[in-house]
């Protein structure tokens, strides 16, 4: 049975201040419960439809820590979606460290103060698949447990670490192991004619500012995606999470 209390915490994961205060996060949908379910991650609770339950595997629902059972009419006083489905889950919210040696080695993203969530998980989206596990935000990034992050992710969440920090002590300290820096800005090389690396960090910055003059200044290049013939008025640049995937598709596929 659902209680008010359960309600009570569910409805306050909405925030980032109870989030943090109770370690956790909140999941929605059944292709989704189902990848936390198989994963290693720590499911605290799961509230699923008596329909949905028995149909799943007992073997997998063994991994929750707690399940109740829920009828349609509670998924949807529940629910975050517009469009509710079987199932929500609770997650408890695992603790990196982030390690500069092992970033040295391999591909990475950092955002400065990105703010629409369906950005962030759109990122961390292209992040798995151009096979990039880390992302460095910056401490004003919108939290990577916002519900709508969580969702436009599409499950990526679970492959890809993403860590928060005063984004120009990190720039600082990885220049001091040469770690190439590369900053995607307006007046920036054509993404096409520079020598791209397996490893380094693909900095991009916030939806309408772009990168701040403190972050361009730590770069060791600085990238574009030039237009293709004459610019439209209005279209000034494109959207982040459409600029990250390019410019991870255009490294990926000069290291092949």
Known sequence: MLSSSNIKLINSLRYKKYRDRYNLFVIEGDKLVNEFLESEKHVKLLLATSEWIEKTDRKLLSSAEEIIMLNDREIKKISQLKTPQNTLALVNIEKHNLELLALSVKLNIGLENIQDPGNLGT????????????????????DVYNPKTIQASMGAILHVKVFYTNMLNFLNDISKIEMPVFAATLDGVPIQEITKTDHGLLLFGNESKGLSANFITHATHKIKIPAYGQVLPGIESLNVAMSAAIICNEFRRDMK
């Open 123 to 142: 990122i961390i989206r292209v992040a798995a698949w151009f096979g990039i596990d880390t992302i460095i935000c910056s401490n004003e990034t919108v």
